[in-house]
């Protein structure tokens, strides 16, 4: 049995030696100090269940860098049978735990993840200054093109018929923001979360999909019209107390990842935004119908969801053309589920019944 133990230090607490989670009365602290701020723990569960040859395994961990919203009380993982490291990319904010299993032997993987979250709702009619500034190098790193959000073509015409007219980086925030909500739709038929080939979409103009293509357009068109943008990776873990049925999920989240975006506004910092989530709640917030724009439900989750976050959620990584530690198969385009390799090759992550992995989410009280 190989043990492997990683812990996450930051704004939340003193640097400690390595060993498990943070202890217990830290988190409490943290509650107690702040009432908005919410304790869970994720654990996932891989078995590999038709190993040939060697085997690698991959996970995502929470945003190895707290951040106004999150923060990390520590990642533990044990590699039965096999051995596991961490390893970490800054300016992406990725951590991964790699597991292997030499031929033979039957491959177990099991992470826990520990972290405090609390909602975000920005007052953008106030400035605030200093708030999530961030360095040149990073605004750099935020506008560059990436295999399947390019900038340039016709990404970038469409960036620009969109802004036309806006005359500050909000302006030019919200009016995509509010071109990819009325000009996509969710659809049920995509796998997964979708792929995040914009190009394609617009292109073909095929505006449909689901969070991985709807914000990934989002962060392009940002991009091309020169307003840094990210996509940000991760998994719901609770209900909404919001009122919406479509935006949330607890206990097994196994099938619960969701990819949202931030844009950068030099007056604001870092804004949350998922236009995705709008078009969820029109096609499934109501069993019985397609809701409409003027819908005060989707009225009301549009608004939120331009400048807020309901923190039910776990954010993972903002990574793009993830070359995985000792993979042979080449780069995927995000990392936000488990993946596998054996020497038949790359295992199918949005299969998780016949991958076999399992994530559990649940709320920790202090």
């Excluded at 961030?134 to 506008?143: C, P, R, S, T, V």
């Excluded at 969710?186 to 914009?198: F, H, L, Q, S, Y």
């Excluded at 969070?211 to 019209?225: I, M, P």
Aim: glycine share 8%.
């Amino acid at each position: 049995m190989n043990r492997r133990r990683f812990l996450k230090t930051g704004a939340v607490a003193p640097a400690l030696a390595a060993g498990s989670f943070l202890p217990g009365f830290i988190g409490e602290v943290l509650a107690q100090a702040n009432p908005a701020w919410r304790l869970f723990e994720v654990t996932t569960r891989v078995e590999v269940l038709k190993p040939v040859g060697a085997t690698r395994v991959w996970l995502p961990v929470p945003l190895i860098s707290d951040t106004d919203y999150q923060k990390s009380l520590g990642n533990q993982w044990n590699a039965e049978a096999g051995k596991a490291a961490f390893s970490q990319d800054a300016r992406s904010n990725m951590g991964i735990v790699s597991a292997e299993w030499s031929a033979g032997a039957k491959p177990v993987l099991t992470l826990s993840s520990r972290f405090a979250t609390r909602d975000r709702a920005m007052d953008l009619t106030k400035v605030s200054a200093g708030l999530g500034l961030a360095g040149k190098d990073d605004l750099k790193y935020f506008l560059q093109p990436t295999d399947l959000i390019p900038t340039d073509g016709i990404v970038k015409s469409t960036a620009d018929g969109i802004v036309r007219g806006a005359r500050t980086d909000l302006e030019k925030a919200r009016a995509i923001y509010d071109w990819v909500v009325d000009n996509t739709f969710r659809d049920p038929k995509t796998r997964g979360c979708g792929v995040g080939d914009i190009k394609f979409m617009l292109e073909n103009k095929s505006y449909g999909g689901k969070c991985a293509d709807l914000n990934a357009l989002y962060v392009g068109l940002a991009r091309a019209a020169g307003l840094p943008a990210r996509d940000v990776y991760g998994v719901r873990v609770a209900n909404s107390a919001n009122g919406y049925k479509s935006l949330g999920r607890a206990g097994d989240i196994t099938k619960a990842q969701h990819c949202r975006a931030e844009v950068y506004l030099t007056a604001y910092g870092w804004v949350p935004v998922d236009p995705a989530d709008v078009r969820k709640v029109i096609l499934e917030e109501d069993s019985t119908k397609l809701l409409t724009q003027d819908d005060e439900r989707v009225i009301r989750a549009r608004k939120m969801l331009f400048g807020g976050w309901e923190m039910n959620w776990l954010a993972y990584n903002y990574a793009h053309d993830v070359a995985l530690p000792n993979s042979s198969k080449g780069k995927i385009g995000f990392l936000m589920y488990p993946q596998c390799e054996t020497a038949e090759g790359r295992l199918d992550s949005l299969d998780p019944d016949n991958f076999k992995y399992q994530i559990m989410a649940k709320e920790i009280l202090a």
